[in-house]
């Protein structure tokens, strides 16, 4: 399996918050829909994607509940909150603003 | 942050405190849901159940460690963590009891001592003075340029001039203190005498009390005496004697002969000059009071500057004032200087030294006791290497190791600290004796545990749980992993930059001791060069007390006599003094009875006279000390004499005048001849007849700081002149008696006490154990002080041995197969001895020359608190210096030997 690079610090929990942006999930779904999404580029291990998602509800930007997959098996299912939203949105700012200026550097340097 | 998701950040660190289990439970839920995808998702790719469980396991990871750093997420962990470590701690600190012990009684002691020392500090120095403007209240006392040292009050002269001229000055008042005697009254209350002080009216309104029932006195009206004569007296005096009567105000009392109106009471807390002051009574000072001469410095200054003026302002103001006074009165004030002193430090002034040298001293304890609980702590982190070696490897992270240690430290110092404060309570209840019951410092009575002191002990304890735990903590989870698990026995287990933690510690802690050692034995010194003098007095079975009649009965003034006031004396007060000796004389029981007109030894007021050497053709007098005593007052107290012989019933009024001098005196004026018969004349004025030497008597030290003994001239209370010039006209009507006797002092007492009313119920006995208490009264405050740095400096020195002990025995046991190797070699036990005492020499040399640049630093701080004694006297520094070293190496010993008892045949083979 090929190692994917590692994420940059605070990288993943921006991808965890955009992937709840969407729908609740559990952090096996979330793992998946980031390397579907990322065209199986990003591979979250799950050493930092649990305690990431832990460290996220503990602050309040999202939160958990207990629900049935569709296979009706019983799975920890995590959604934004009205904070995390929020959240999302200034991070994506700043993530935008942080690539860009990494591209403009790159093209000019 | 908006409320909602603080209120959900709330709710999830309660759940993480509260219901951590269930959490724990879905964590591991939630981590077998993933796993079970991931094997889903294997099996779907074609492997067969059990290759894919295995591949899943493989890739997944350890899901202990996950679950371990998702549950790390939670910030409530450290709670968790917290007990667990303090719950570790415990069992740590049980398994080894004495070290606990030491470790937590060490520490009580130095943080309790702390507490305490800071307590009175702080109520002796940054507490406010219950007066009004306190920070502009300033005493001003005078000084002879020659020794600035001793400082006196002010004459009527000097008061007056500050009063006039002064310049940065608002208010000024002077006070007088003295025993006040109220007569006895008709309706059947006893005469008693007590404590009082006359007053400028004022001074009360300048400090800013009220009275606590009727008035202060009139500036204007009470100064002149233009009213009926008042006092005020205090809420003891009023309590005690007055039963608190509510109608107190306007009631009539005698007091010292004159009839005083009442005109107020002051509330129980006001204090000064003294927290035993009865009544105060106006001083009346007549108009023209400075232009007359008078000797006496007696006056105690108190003055407000004015708002913005400073200290050095006022200073360079009086210094003024002092110069003019040397150009208009040369002969009664050239050589004098003027202090100005902030209220504070005046009252108390004297503690600050005393005070700050405790408070170092005990700081330096507790660097001590901590370096001392530092040192083992590393010596246990180098033992528990491989324990802390296996916790990392088990996946605790550094931080999480090292708040493991310092939990030790932390219950170490909680309960040094809670000890401490048991410390502390004893402390200040014993600081307060150790500087004495204070005459003038009203607040240090009243200080005793308060929440600041709590709050100093709880900062002392959390300081010294880093000071004492941080520095291991750090150094032992730092360690090498792999070199600390492959290591094959504890014994080969070394660990250099812990040794060389551990020396160092042990100099600084020698150091530090030595400091303490090299304080403590200069003041011993002091002290025992002070208490060792010879008093020439034996004043066991001996029972003292005051008796006297007040000048005002006596005295007039007729005039002067160069500068000073010329008294006729009439009645002569000698009759009345002559009555209470016949009877005391009779009393049953005695076996010889004398007196003398002041306290003969460590006195705070000594009366002097000025002697001429007729026989000599000199001009000029000598100031020497001067005493009336009764005959036989030198066979009484059994003070020897070196030739010539007592007062005695031969030296009658009528009789040739005599006098007996000190030894001191003899030396002084007749170097190398005999003094008997010298003739001497005492400069008191126009009758006083020329008096033979009739003896030399050993020196009894009048002051109470002075080893040189200065010299003494006694003359007998009969040979008196009827007119007298000079400054003590009070020593005529007093006598401090003292009796010999057989059995029970306390009968002899009351016999006494009963026997001197018959003669005159107005005037009792007062101050019961005169010579006692004048022989103990500085020994006692500075003896418990020096006993407290004593005690400092030996705890000091016993944690040092402690700690070196701790060190070489340490040394000794991680060495043990070097040393058993080297004994198979062939060593001798020469050689051995060097290895161990190589890693011990350094340290200890180092802490010794490390201590002693210390000492002469700290003892800067000591300096004016030493009699006879320099500060840097060489032989305390070398003896000290010599006792910790002795220490120290008695401390090694028993390691040493333990390293030539090493059995190469039994370590190697037990490898």
Not at chain 1, 33 to 55: F, T, W
Not at chain 2, 452 to 476: Q, Y
Not at chain 2, 731 to 736: H, P, R
Not at chain 2, 884 to 901: D, E, F, H, I
Request: net charge positive; proline share 5%; aromatic share 6%.
């Amino acid at each position: 399996m090929p190692k994917p690079s590692d994420l940059l610090q605070g990288t993943l929990d921006l991808l965890i918050l955009k992937t709840l942006a969407r729908e609740p999930l559990h952090g096996w779904g979330i793992a998946k829909r980031i390397e579907q999404l990322s065209g199986d580029e990003l591979s979250v291990g799950q050493g930092s994607l649990y305690p990431a998602l832990h460290r996220l509800e503990h602050q309040g930007w999202i939160t958990a509940s207990w629900k049935n997959t569709d296979l009706g098996r019983n799975a920890k299912f995590y959604g934004l909150t009205r904070e995390g939203r929020q959240q999302l949105e200034r991070e994506l700012e700043s993530w935008n603003r942080l690539s860009s200026a990494v591209g403009l550097l790159l093209k000019r340097a | 942050m908006t409320i909602a998701r603080l209120l959900r950040i709330v709710r999830q660190r309660l759940r993480s405190l509260l219901r951590k289990e269930k959490l724990d439970a879905q964590l591991d839920e939630e981590l077998a849901f993933h796993l079970e995808q991931l094997t889903n998702e294997k099996v779907a790719s074609g492997l067969s159940v059990e290759e894919a469980r295995r591949a899943a396991r493989l890739e997944f990871g350890n899901p202990l460690i996950v679950a371990e750093r998702s549950r790390d997420q939670r910030r409530m962990n450290w709670i968790h963590d917290l007990r667990q470590d303090l719950r570790y701690g415990l069992v740590m600190l049980r398994r080894s009891p004495g070290f606990t012990l030491v470790a937590m009684t060490s520490l009580a002691l130095a943080i309790g001592g702390n507490a305490a020392v800071l307590g009175a500090l702080d109520a002796v120095f940054v507490e406010r003075l219950p007066f009004a403007h306190a920070d502009r209240l300033v005493i001003i006392r005078t000084f002879a340029f020659d020794n600035p040292r001793q400082t006196d009050g002010a004459s009527i002269l000097e008061f007056t001039a500050w009063k006039e001229r002064a310049r940065t000055l608002e208010a000024i008042g002077a006070s007088l203190s003295g025993q006040r005697l109220f007569h006895a009254e008709p309706d059947g209350m006893a005469a008693e005498s007590m404590p009082g002080l006359s007053v400028t009216p004022g001074l009360f309104a300048m400090f800013g009390v009220a009275p606590l029932k009727g008035r202060l006195f009139d500036p204007i009206q009470d100064a002149s005496g233009g009213r009926a004569l008042g006092v005020i007296i205090s809420h003891r005096l009023w309590r005690q004697r007055f039963g608190g009567a509510s109608d107190i105000l306007g009631r009539r009392v005698r007091i010292d002969g004159a009839s005083r109106r009442i005109v107020g009471v002051m509330p129980p807390d006001f204090r000064y000059q003294g927290d035993d002051v009865a009544c105060w009574i106006p001083m009346i000072l007549l108009p023209n009071a400075a232009r007359q001469p008078g000797a006496g410095r007696w006056f105690v200054v108190a003055a407000r500057l004015k708002p913005g003026v400073t200290i050095a302002q006022a200073q360079a103001d009086l210094d003024e004032i002092a110069a003019g006074l040397a150009r208009e009165s040369p002969d009664r004030q050239k050589g004098r200087g003027v202090r100005v002193q902030p209220l504070r430090d005046a009252l108390y002034g004297w503690t600050k030294a005393p005070l700050l040298t405790l408070q170092a001293s005990v700081a330096l304890l507790l660097l001590i006791a901590c370096t001392n609980v530092a040192g083992v702590f590393l010596a246990r982190g180098t033992v528990r290497r491989r324990e802390i070696a296996l916790r990392t490897a088990l996946g605790a992270g550094r931080g999480r190791i090292v708040r493991q240690l310092l939990a030790e430290s932390v219950l170490l110092s909680a309960a040094g600290g809670l000890l401490g404060l048991l410390v502390a309570w004893c402390a200040l209840a014993a600081l307060t004796t150790v500087l004495g019951p204070p005459p003038a410092a009203p607040r240090i009575a009243t200080i005793g545990l308060d929440l600041r002191i709590l709050a100093v002990t709880a900062l002392l304890s959390v300081l010294t749980a880093f000071a004492s735990g941080l520095a291991p903590a750090l150094a032992t989870g730092k360690l090498d992993l792999a070199s600390a698990l492959n290591a094959s026995a504890p014994a080969s287990g070394t660990h250099p930059s812990g040794h060389r933690r551990r020396s160092l510690l042990v100099a600084a802690q020698i150091a530090l001791a030595l400091v303490l050692l090299v304080a403590a034995g200069l003041l011993s010194k002091s002290f025992m060069r002070l208490a060792g003098r010879e008093i020439n007095m034996d004043t066991k079975g001996v029972l003292s007390f005051e008796y006297g009649i007040p000048a005002a009965s006596y005295a007039k003034q007729v005039g002067y006599v160069g500068v000073y006031p010329h008294f006729a004396i009439d009645p002569s007060p000698s009759g009345a003094i002559d009555r209470v000796f016949d009877r005391l004389r009779q009393l049953p029981g005695t076996l010889s009875v004398a007196g003398i007109s002041y306290p003969p030894v460590n006195s705070l007021v000594l009366p002097t006279a000025n002697v001429v050497l007729h026989d000599r053709g000199e001009g000029h007098a000598h100031q020497v000390a001067y005493f009336l005593v009764t005959p036989n007052f030198f066979s009484t107290v059994r003070t020897p004499f070196v030739r010539g012989r007592d007062f005695d019933a031969r030296d009658a009024a009528s009789a040739p005048w005599v006098a007996v001098v000190n030894e001191s005196m003899a030396r002084r004026f007749w170097p190398g001849e005999e003094a008997i018969g010298h003739r001497v004349r005492l400069d008191n004025g126009p009758d006083e007849r020329e008096r033979a030497v009739i003896g030399v008597v050993r020196n009894i030290p009048t002051r109470s700081n002075q080893i040189e003994p200065e010299p003494v001239i006694y003359a007998s209370y009969l040979q008196q002149p009827s007119r007298y010039a000079g400054g003590w006209i009070g020593m005529f009507g007093q006598m401090t008696f003292v009796v010999r006797h057989a059995g029970d002092s306390a009968a002899v007492l009351s016999s006494a006490r009963r026997a001197v009313s018959e003669i005159d119920p107005s005037r009792p006995i007062v101050s019961v154990g005169t010579i006692e208490r004048h022989l103990t009264a500085n020994r006692r405050e500075s003896r418990n002080y020096v006993f407290a740095l004593a005690a400092f400096a030996l705890t000091a020195t016993l944690l040092s041995a402690i700690g070196i002990y701790g060190v070489t025995a340490h040394a000794v046991n991680e060495r043990t197969r070097e040393i058993a190797v080297r004994r198979a070699f062939g060593a001798g036990k020469r050689e051995i001895v060097t290895l161990v005492g190589r890693r011990v020499l350094a340290p200890i040399l180092t802490g010794l020359i490390l201590g002693l640049a210390g000492a002469l630093a700290f003892t800067r701080l000591i300096a004016t608190q030493l009699w006879n004694v320099t500060r840097t006297d060489p032989a305390t520094y070398a003896g000290m210096s010599l006792l910790l070293a002795s220490v120290a190496l008695l401390a090694c010993v028993a390691p040493t030997r333990r390293a030539l008892a090493v059995d190469p045949t039994i370590v190697l083979r037990s490898e």
